[in-house]
């Protein structure tokens, strides 16, 4: 179950990636729908959810260390979130969603790598 959820969110990321390759201003928009404070929470739980899945599933990997390390960015970020605020939160997902679009593909590149290293460092885990 644990690797079931780890793919899952791997898969969004890619395609969060790949849409933004496609779309850079449909991802700025995508992103923009987060900045509520419901929006904020969803981002906690689904980062501290990543995070301990990752964490869990690490030693049965490709490259444990890595996903760990993964692990402990995405539940610090989880931690950190709420202890931002919601003022400087919206903030900041009000900048990003400004950038240029070269500035989108970039991030979305780096999405689409980490997601695709991801199900890569998984894929012997379901063996």
């Known amino acids: 179950m644990i690797i079931l959820i780890v793919a899952v969110v791997s898969v969004l990321i890619v395609g969060v990636g790949i849409f ?17 404070k419901t929006g904020l ?25 890595a996903l760990e390390v993964l692990a402990v960015i995405s539940v610090s970020a989880a931690i950190m979130l709420p202890l931002i605020g919601i003022s400087r939160y919206q903030s900041i997902v009000a900048w990003w969603s400004r950038r240029s679009p070269l500035f989108i593909r970039v ?3 780096v999405a689409l790598g980490l997601g695709i290293f991801i199900l890569w460092s998984i894929m012997i885990c379901s063996r």
């Open 20 to 36: 933004g390759l496609i779309s850079p201003a449909g991802v700025a928009a995508f992103v923009s729908v987060w900045k509520s």
């Open 107 to 109: 991030w979305s590149v």
């Open 41 to 65: 929470w969803i981002a906690v739980i689904v980062r501290l959810g990543f995070g301990i899945a990752l964490w869990l599933v690490a030693p049965m990997s490709r490259a444990p260390l």
